[in-house]
């Protein structure tokens, strides 16, 4: 559920999911992909804060057998407000993807 909200952009709906102690926000779905890359992907600027303001990790990669992590994704679809989030919540810009890319490279 959490994923779709931030694929969609739903950040109160997301926000309303966070508060309740069951609610898994890095949870992956079927593709291998968790709520806060649906958020870097689609530039949901409201609900990647909403996801990291609870804990979510900056560097959570993508089990899809990319391994992108949410700067990988920002930097791929130029989610540029994303990006600057996450770097200002500290994710590595040095951590690669399965190829060994990481965002600077990309």
């Known amino acids: 559920v959490a994923y779709i909200e931030a694929e969609e952009g739903h950040v109160e709906c997301l926000s309303l999911l966070s508060q309740h102690d069951g609610a898994d926000l890095s949870q992956v779905d079927n593709d291998g992909h968790a709520p806060i890359h649906a958020a870097c992907l689609h530039g949901h600027a409201a609900c990647l804060s909403v996801l990291l303001d609870n804990g979510v990790d900056t560097n959570l990669l993508t089990t899809d057998g990319e391994g992108d992590t ?37």
Do not use: E, F, Q, W
């Open 70 to 106: 949410p700067l990988i994704i920002c930097s791929s679809n130029d989610s540029v407000k994303c990006l600057s989030m996450l770097l200002d919540r500290h994710a590595d810009p040095n951590v690669a993807d399965s190829l060994g890319l990481s965002p600077t490279y990309i």
